[in-house]
């Protein structure tokens, strides 16, 4: 049975440049180029095997945005989805998770998922419950933190990360589910898939769009808020010496100074 | 000023999971009623320990029939909130199923939820702290608007101390109509084999990352983990490339840990590492690049390659016996 697959995709600011608050809002300054969070990138491997299992399936991107932003959406494009819905406006700005995970579930209804995949936290906020937020809020069943996924296109089974091991999972579709990294390897976009990715449909969609209303959104509706910000005391460095062919000697000699060994 | 009445989701099982004991143990700093809510076939059975730790009252949602237990505890707890027996906040812990919960009953009740919580202060209400940017910054939160409040408390945020409470009396908490929300099933469950102690409880961690160069020499990780009874981290970048699974991760998106010795080997020390280890006692860093950040928080860095310095530990400490 065909189905179509969506990807919760968050473009983000490069983690590897170095991240800082806006001074007034006290939230993370994403101003700056945003990219596809590498977290994700696993989510849309693993959508694009599985849509390729089953013949006639699509992989749909769904994505919140500040701008239009569009370069991390166009590199999962590369990689292989069809198209993609992405959501700005400009009153989403400050939106809480719930209040995020409102708008997802609503710009995912509209692609009528059979199976919507997740990371299970984005890199930037990491708060991790969005994915289920949509579940809920679409009345599906969710399983988190899998470590592989098969289905046939009407049931799912997962493999899913516990404290003492794996669960073996099964669920009916429709249904969330959300990948750790490294369960998959992301295919790299081709020459041809960038290519492809410029002429594939991108929806952009505002608040109202959605059938949303903007006070339950962004600053308007945020129900949470930073009070502080705060250095934490810094740890101190201790000695760094270079290895003169002594280091794992010294490496004893300091285990046994705080009684590990 | 206090707090009224907190909840604690407690972890299934027959005995209380360390971090049930450390948010039953804050929860008595801040509020003046404590009470927990668990589910599986342990809880008459951990009862008593919660009681001791603080609980005066345990909601009992109970076997699940092999359902996932974010729907239906979610449910469960949502219920009692309408029925109106529900607390001013509920401290969830940051587990696989925690977050489950957390997720599911905040879209339940329509309330936000703050993640990642490593301290809680009440002062005219709850307000949170969290660490940002490698643990250099620390962020204070609030809700505002009607509770109750979720809070998704990271482990080792508390010490756990016990307050020697009596058994808590134990109520049956019953699971709404679920509708299609409750139907992920749990058809087996594998226990990892394990030989040392858990990631988040050792005494000694010896983590690896990118600079080990391949995943096979991971094997010197888990060689010298097992030789100093500890246990076996990984950065993200490992994680990611699929060399270890993620439960071994150590970091922001992963495990914190707090042990009496971190050995960091092959680590740069990413904001995203530093978060999660940086609670350690003594820190030893192993790393080629001596302007690695690890360095900076390391009590005894070795600029030198991990490829030398291991094998040669390994060979000091079995020559030891």
């Given at each position: 049975m065909a189905m179509n697959v969506v990807v919760c995709v968050k473009q983000i600011p490069d983690p590897a440049a170095p991240s800082s608050l806006d001074?007034?809002?006290?939230?993370?300054?994403?101003s700056g180029k945003l990219i596809l969070d590498d977290s994700d990138s696993y989510g849309v491997e693993m959508a694009l095997q599985l849509a390729g299992n089953v013949e006639g399936s699509e992989v749909t991107l769904v994505s919140m945005a500040p701008g239009g932003e569009v370069s991390g959406l166009r590199t999962a494009l590369a990689m292989g989805a069809a198209r993609a819905i992405l959501v700005s406006d400009?009153?989403?700005?400050?939106?809480d998770a719930l209040s995020t995970a409102k708008v997802l579930a609503a710009a995912i209804r509209r692609a009528e998922p059979d199976l919507v995949i997740a990371a299970t936290?984005?890199?930037?906020?990491?708060?991790?419950t969005l994915p289920v937020q949509v579940a809920e809020l679409l009345g599906l069943p969710s399983v988190t933190f899998a470590k592989s996924v098969a289905t046939d296109g009407r049931n799912l089974k997962v493999e899913r990360q516990t404290e003492a091991g794996y669960d073996e999972v099964e669920c009916p579709l429709p249904a969330v589910v959300t990948v750790t990294a490294g369960v998959v390897e992301p295919r790299y976009p081709s020459f041809k898939g960038i290519m492809a990715a410029k002429s594939k449909p991108v929806e952009t969609l505002t608040v109202s769009d959605l059938g949303l209303?903007?006070?339950?959104?962004?600053w308007a509706g945020a129900r949470q808020e930073i009070t502080d910000v705060s250095e934490a005391e810094a740890r101190s460095a201790g000695e760094v010496v270079v290895d003169e062919g002594d280091g794992a000697e010294r490496i004893v000699a300091f285990l046994e100074q705080v009684k590990v060994v | 000023m206090a707090i009224d009445k907190v909840w604690v989701l407690a972890e299934a099982g027959d005995t209380p999971a360390p971090i049930t004991l450390e948010l039953l143990t804050e929860a008595r700093q801040v509020a003046s009623t404590v009470e927990a809510v668990s589910w599986g076939t342990g809880t008459a059975t951990q009862a008593p320990t919660l009681g001791e730790y603080g609980a005066t009252k345990v909601y009992d949602v109970g076997?699940?029939?092999?359902?996932?237990?974010g729907a239906p505890v979610a449910g469960a707890i949502a219920a009692l909130v309408q029925a109106?027996?529900?607390?001013d906040a509920l401290l969830v812990p940051a587990t696989y199923d925690g977050r489950d919960v957390a997720g599911r009953l905040s879209a339940r009740l329509d309330r936000p939820v703050l993640t990642n919580v490593v301290g809680l202060t009440a002062e005219g209400g709850l307000a949170t702290q969290h660490a940002v940017f490698g643990g250099t910054h620390i962020v204070t939160a609030r809700f505002v608007g009607e509770g109750p409040g979720i809070y998704v408390v990271r482990a080792k945020s508390f010490a756990a101390e016990p307050a020697g409470g009596p058994a808590p009396e134990v109520v049956t908490a019953g699971v709404p109509d679920?509708?299609?929300?409750?139907?992920a099933r749990i058809t087996a469950r594998h226990e990892e084999e394990r030989s040392g102690p858990k990631l988040d409880e050792a005494a000694v961690v010896v983590s690896g990352g990118r600079?080990?160069?391949?995943?096979?020499?991971?094997a010197l990780i888990e060689e010298l983990a097992k030789l100093l009874h500890g246990a076996a981290g990984a950065s993200r970048a490992i994680v990611d490339a699929g060399w270890?699974?993620?439960?071994h991760q150590v970091g922001q998106t992963g495990k914190t840990v707090k042990p009496t010795v971190y050995l960091a080997c092959?680590?740069?020390?990413a904001t995203q590492h530093l978060v999660g280890m940086k609670g350690a006692k003594n820190i030893v860093a192993v790393n080629?690049?001596?302007?690695?950040?690890i360095f900076s928080v390391a009590d005894l860095g070795i600029v030198g390659d991990v490829h030398k310095v291991l094998p040669a530990l390994i060979e000091a400490l079995k020559a030891r016996g």
């Open positions: 001074p007034g809002t006290k939230t993370l300054n994403r400009d009153s989403l700005a400050g939106s936290e984005s890199t930037d906020g990491y708060t991790g209303d903007a006070s339950q959104v962004g | 076997d699940l029939g092999g359902a996932l237990p109106g027996e529900g607390p679920l509708g299609a929300t409750g139907e600079g080990l160069g391949s995943a096979e020499n991971y270890v699974p993620y439960s092959g680590i740069s020390g080629k690049d001596q302007d690695a950040p």
